[in-house]
């Protein structure tokens, strides 16, 4: 069955740097778009990355210059990579598959 698994989430300072990983077995992510979210503590669900099949990236506003998406094809994994993090960008983060699977999130904490 297919399976979706975030993983790295932790707790840094503002200007700290983490790398989420999001995992899949039972579909192979290169034939699939994924988006990441991020859930507030209100849990709203806001979009923040979208990777496309041809590699094609989507950042949202707040984030863009600062967090990059990217696949390795042979582990199966989509990357994650957040820099320069504020306290805005805490929450938990969903990695998102084929508009239909989630994970089950990794948490991000920034504070001082």
């Known amino acids: 069955q297919v399976q979706i698994a975030e993983s790295g989430g932790g707790s840094v300072q503002p200007g700290g740097s983490l790398r989420l990983s999001c995992a899949a077995s039972?579909?192979?992510?290169?034939?699939?778009?994924v988006h990441w979210y991020r859930q507030t503590p209100g849990g709203q669900r806001n979009l923040v990355v979208t990777?496309?099949?041809?590699?094609?990236?989507y950042l949202a506003n707040s984030v863009k210059g600062r967090f990059t998406v990217s696949r390795d094809n042979a582990k199966n994994i989509v990357y994650l990579q957040m820099t320069d993090l504020t306290p805005e960008d805490a929450g938990i983060y969903y990695c998102?598959?084929?508009?239909?699977?989630w994970g089950q999130g990794t948490r991000v904490t920034v504070s001082a």
């Open positions: 039972g579909i192979v992510l290169r034939d699939y778009i």
């Open positions: 990777l496309t099949t041809i590699n094609a990236t």
């Open positions: 998102r598959v084929a508009d239909h699977y």
